[in-house]
């Protein structure tokens, strides 16, 4: 009798076009190629892995499916072991992780906003030092190695005084510290230019993101100026090209049923235009619009269900490939915990206030204290620390893709659970996985013969 099991997050795909025989598993993030024979006998479970055990010659290939994870000990829990990875990971984090709002004003008023209106709220210097003292007692307390900070807002490039100054003082911070200090901006690119992208390099910004939600018509509709009717389309445009080269430009397309569609149109003008080249440093996804609060409840009915959401990505990825972009995001990626969830990730808004989650900036309901005050243990942050998706939702502990998302969204998890139908916070690894995987197979193919001159067959 074998003394292995099969693993319950191996995922099991016969590759017609390659006539491949493959085992995904999700714990070891890994893709093994097998022989017909073998596949067979694994298929078979315990009677197929006791005939490999004893069998000498295949001792090289048990080693290599246990460290894959495709086998383990009878007696491994494999639930406990991801709790644990799941917790080591939140509670040993070396990364002190801040989101920091600057200003909550926009110059935009975009259809799905889930923040509302907040004009005049910006952050002075008297928080900047706090929130300096603040970021100095985290990493004294918890010997952080490393600080990310993400600039959010609002538009976080309406208040560059804020970014500029305070961005210096976390610098001179983690210097003095033998801190690494990285960042990156989400921002609308209404206001960008080569001086505030030079400027931003210097502040140790890798990257920025933008949103772009279709061709001019489509984004006007969907973002358009609060105080004039000229096109946010054209600024931005006009803006992201002045700095590709810069600094890498991730461009995202939130999109919904009606715009995505016009997502593609989109894709299309920005090959023409030369985005798509990789000396241009620019990335394209497809972001999921979602009823995030009340404010924007009104765009619920025009809402994606995972489901579509997982086949318009997919289909957009595709088309992204037909011209010739080569994607990086085709293979799993395991999503070991949200920082939300960890007590290394903090958002901080314009007054110092301290909040979980990106979607909670400015709910009082969610307020957890003040970069002015030491901060104490209270119910709302212990759910956040206490969140458990394989103790608290019995569908996580039998889903075989849970290594990918860890439960998904922690923040639809706790607050809206159940408001989006079925996997409404699922991965589309979880929908779509034999199609997606065979999309990677055939890019890696592609890539592989192109590197080779076509002359050898993909290695396993």
Known sequence: ????????YNHYIFYRKGNMYLIYNAISNGLAKLEPEVYRLIRSGEQGLDKLERDESKRQLLDSLRSGHIIVEKEFDEIEFL????????FGSTVLSLTIVPTLACNLKCVYCYEGVKIGKYMDESIEDAITNFTESQIRRFGYRGLTVSWYGGEPLMHLKAIYSLSRKLINLCRRKR??????VVTNGTILNKTIARRLKACKVTHIQVTIDGPKETH??????????????DTIVR????????????????VDRTNYEQSLELVEEMKNRGWLDESKNCLFYIGYTREWTSVCSNIASQCFTMEEFSKAEL????????RGFRLSNLYPSQYSYCVATSPAGFVIDPHGELYKCWADVG???AYLGNVKEPLEMNAKLLEWLSYEPLLQFPECRVCKFFPICAGGCPYVALKQRGKFGRNYNCTPWKILMRKKMEVFLEQLAEAQSTQSGGQNEMAS
């Open 363 to 365: 709910n009082r309901e």
């Open 1 to 8: 009798m074998s003394k292995y099991k099969l693993s319950n």
């Open 239 to 254: 803006n992201v090209e002045r700095v590709l080269g810069i600094l890498p430009v991730h461009i995202r397309i939130n």
């Open 179 to 184: 801190v690494n200090y990285q960042a990156m």
């Open 83 to 90: 709790r644990a990875k799941m917790n080591m990971g939140r």
């Open 220 to 233: 006007d509709v969907r973002r358009p100026f609060i105080s004039n009717n000229k096109s946010s389309f």
């Open 315 to 322: 289909e957009f990825q595709k088309e992204l490939i037909s």
